[in-house]
Each structure stands twice: as structure tokens, then as C-alpha cells.
Nanobody, 122 residues
Framework: QVQLVESGGGLVQPGGSLRLSCAAS????????MGWYRQAPGKQRELVAV???????NYADSVKGRFAISRDNAKNTVYLQMNSLKPEDTAVYYC????????????????WGQGIQVTVSS
């Protein structure tokens, strides 16, 4: 069974940095796209950043120049380096994997982690 496990969240002061990690476990051969979404209280879930296995990336305008997404394809892990954090970055951050090719079984689409809290506050 495939699982996505996030780590690295927490409380940070404005201007600080955090690094999120998301590791996919299970009988995985490869994953097409891995990324991060976030949902602030009272708001819809939104894309933060996504990276494909071919290293194509896409960022929300609000995080360009501050956040960087990277992947270790061999470890089926995606990272989100968040710098110059602002209070408006406060949200639950969700890892997403799309196009999970298993060693046996069907391709999985739009798979989500349980989410991790990031709070930016002084």
C-alpha cells in the first residue's frame, strides 16, 4: 500500500525558513509528478509547487523566488525549501503524488498525504 508521509513543519518567525519533506513508501517503480499544496483556514486548497520526474517545475506566483521544490527520484521523496516566510504562508501543507507506477497493481493518481502544519508568526 502506498503512503505519503510529510515531515518538517512547525512554527517559525517571519523571515525564517523551513524545509518540508514527503516520502512515498510502498511498492513503487516511479512517480510522474510530486508536489505541494496548502490550505489556509477558510480558504481553498491551492498549488504551491510541483515537480515532474523530468524536472519540470511549476510554482504559485506567491512563492516564486522564496520557495524551491526538489526531488530525489531514487528515494521517491520530494522536498520544499521555504525561505523568507510570511504570515500569509501559514497553512496546512499537503504532499501530492500523481501518476504512481507500482511494481504490481494499477497506476495511482492524485494521491495525498495527511498534511502538516506550517505556522509563521512572531
Amino acid at each position: 500500500q502506498v503512503q505519503l508521509v510529510e515531515s518538517g513543519g512547525g512554527l517559525v518567525q517571519p523571515g525564517g525558513s523551513l524545509r518540508l519533506s514527503c516520502a512515498a513508501s510502498g511498492s513503487i517503480f516511479s512517480i510522474n509528478a510530486m508536489g505541494w499544496y496548502r490550505q489556509a483556514p477558510g480558504k481553498q486548497r491551492e498549488l504551491v509547487a510541483v515537480r515532474t520526474s523530468y524536472a519540470n517545475t511549476n510554482y504559485a506566483d506567491s512563492v516564486k523566488g522564496r520557495f524551491a521544490i526538489s526531488r530525489d527520484n531514487a528515494k521517491n521523496t520530494v522536498y520544499l525549501q521555504m525561505n523568507s516566510l510570511k504570515p500569509e504562508d501559514t497553512a496546512v501543507y499537503y504532499c501530492n503524488a500523481d501518476g504512481i507506477y507500482q511494481t504490481a497493481g494499477p497506476v495511482l493518481y492524485d494521491y495525498w498525504g495527511q498534511g502538516i502544519q506550517v505556522t509563521v508568526s512572531s
